[in-house]
């Protein structure tokens, strides 16, 4: 959950002004939530689930949406209403055929969870602090409940009319997992209309199966077999990649190379609406300054092939930063994270150019390469990993009046 909050907030952050013509039209903080199968046969609509998640505006409540759109407390209650070896699981979900669409009010860091052959397995839980939260699926956990239910989800935020950033973010993510071919349309006032995600009229989920584990190099292949498959795809860090797993170590002399270089040399670089940058590594530090603020910014030691998978550690670290800098510490962390998965953080200038993303021959992250691809995706827009939306390469969408929000399940 915390990842997905950090995404929400990036991805607001970005927003880009809102046109005139959906300014001049006034959106009455309804957007209709509506799934779709497009299963081609294989799973009936009494067959297909989903449930939506997130917090009230007003207090930060979690809560979940019913059958007519409201949003409605979760409580640990909850628990009880599905059983599975014992342990009671809240039962939030829908059936398509009961439940094809909803029109919601806003909601904030919420997620769309959708499920095949059965609902999924949720629970509430109050934390250390009293917080009330949810636990949803784990596919690390071996224990999880939720291991052979082949789901997927969106992740979104509708925000009030009253703020400025106003309107939807969603978006679709292949950051933990790839469960079914999903697409993604959003509609909006203005006459906003754009689609995301999955080809799912082009290509069926086996060839998904059998297509990534003929184009990646042979070290990321399980990811798509036993005993991931038949119910998911996972990502590196969920699978060989893990510490402790034969991969652990798959970007390291990547990483190597690029500490020791920048020991001997700047790494100058630019970014929109912060400045120029100059780095170099002193001892494992990577030591940033510049920018418009004239900061002084860290990567407070060198990062693992997880952290860099996963965009985390030490690639998610306020450490050392003045607090007026601590933004940018982690948008520069972001940057670099994303160079690293792409194999192009010695050429700041094409950070952001996809024709020089995954060169052929070298250590990169070829999970998220997979799911860029122009036969795969539209407009080649993949969450492949945590920060693949730097540099505008994810299937992020944002409009300030969205009136439809269309979930299409291929198979």
Request: glycine letters at 10%; a negative charge; charged letters at 20%.
């Amino acid at each position: 959950m915390k990842r997905m909050f950090a995404l929400l907030a990036v991805l607001m952050s970005l927003v880009l002004a809102p046109s005139a013509a959906a300014v001049a039209q006034e959106w009455n903080e309804q957007t209709v939530f509506e799934v779709v199968n497009q299963t081609r046969g294989r799973w009936a609509d009494q067959e297909i689930h989903w449930a939506i998640i997130g917090r009230r505006w007003e207090d930060g409540h979690f809560v979940r949406i019913d059958a007519q759109g409201q949003q409605v407390p979760m409580s640990v209650a909850d628990n009880g209403a599905l059983v599975r070896n014992g342990e009671g699981y809240t039962h939030y979900f829908h059936r398509l055929s009961d439940v094809p669409a909803v029109s919601i009010a806003p909601l904030d860091s919420a997620r769309i969870m959708l499920s095949v052959g059965g609902p999924m397995y949720i629970k509430v839980l109050i934390d250390a602090d009293g917080n009330l939260g949810y636990a949803g699926a784990d596919i690390q956990n071996p224990t999880d409940p939720n291991l052979d239910v082949i789901f997927d989800f969106g992740e979104m935020a509708i925000v009030p009319i009253a703020r400025p950033d106003r309107g939807i973010f969603v978006n679709t993510s292949r950051v933990d997992q790839f469960g079914f071919p999903l697409q993604l349309r959003v509609q909006g006032l203005g006459g906003y209309d754009e689609t995301v995600g999955e080809r799912v009229d082009a290509l069926t989920r086996d060839e998904v199966f059998a297509r990534f584990v003929q184009r990646v190099p042979a070290e990321f292949a399980h990811l798509a077999q036993t005993p991931y498959a038949p119910y998911r795809i996972v990502a590196p860090a969920h699978g060989g990649f893990g510490r402790g797993r034969p991969h652990a170590a798959y970007l390291q002399p990547y990483i190597d190379h690029v500490w020791e270089r920048y020991r001997h040399e700047d790494l100058v670089f630019v970014l929109q609406d912060l400045g120029t940058f100059t780095g170099r590594v002193q001892g494992d530090t990577f030591r940033f300054t510049g920018g418009h603020q004239n900061g002084t910014f860290f990567i407070n030691g060198k990062p693992d092939t997880q952290m860099v998978l996963l965009g985390e550690g030490l690639l998610n670290d306020a450490g050392n930063a003045a607090p007026q800098d601590i933004g940018t510490q982690l948008q520069i962390q972001a940057q670099v994270a994303a160079a690293l998965n792409r194999h192009v953080i010695e050429q700041p200038a094409q950070w952001y150019d996809a024709a020089f993303h995954y060169p052929a021959g070298q250590l990169a992250n070829r999970y998220a390469q997979f799911w860029h691809g122009s036969d795969i995706a539209h407009r080649n827009l993949a969450y492949g990993f945590s920060y693949d939306d730097v540099g505008g390469h994810s299937p992020s969408l944002h409009t300030p009046s969205p009136t439809r929000v269309t979930f299409t399940i291929g198979w």
